[in-house]
């Protein structure tokens, strides 16, 4: 059964950098996700290249695809470029930070 772009976001928006109470969705680390056939891949970044949950966030997006959609393949690319900029957090993730215009 093929799952929906949608279906997709709601899975990764349970996963959360254990240290901002934001899921990795809202924060902006999310840049793309593309549905081919059985296989979904996730660019993302982290909000610094010394992050110190750098294969644990990828390791858990992973998980929660598979579990919460029943897709095995799942390929996350971890990338640096664009560099990640508190402007890309949601309007949403600006508000449980805190962070209204």
């Given at each position: 059964?093929?799952?929906?772009?949608?279906?997709?976001?709601?899975?990764?928006?349970?996963?959360?950098?254990?240290?901002?109470?934001?899921?990795?969705?809202?924060?902006g680390l999310i840049y793309d996700v593309d549905i081919?056939?059985?296989?979904?891949?996730?660019?993302?970044?982290?909000?610094?290249?010394?992050?110190?949950?750098?294969q644990q966030i990828p390791d858990l997006i992973r998980s929660r695809i598979q579990t919460d959609c029943g897709i095995q393949?799942?390929?996350?690319?971890?990338?640096?470029?664009?560099?990640?900029t508190p402007q890309r957090i949601s309007p949403e993730g600006k508000k449980l930070l805190h962070l209204e215009d």
């Open positions: 059964m093929m799952q929906t772009k949608e279906q997709i976001v709601d899975a990764i928006k349970k996963c959360y950098d254990p240290e901002i109470p934001v899921n990795v969705y809202d924060l081919k056939e059985d296989t979904v891949s996730i660019t993302m970044s982290l909000t610094s290249q010394g992050c110190p949950s750098a393949n799942v390929n996350v690319q971890v990338v640096w470029d664009p560099v990640w």
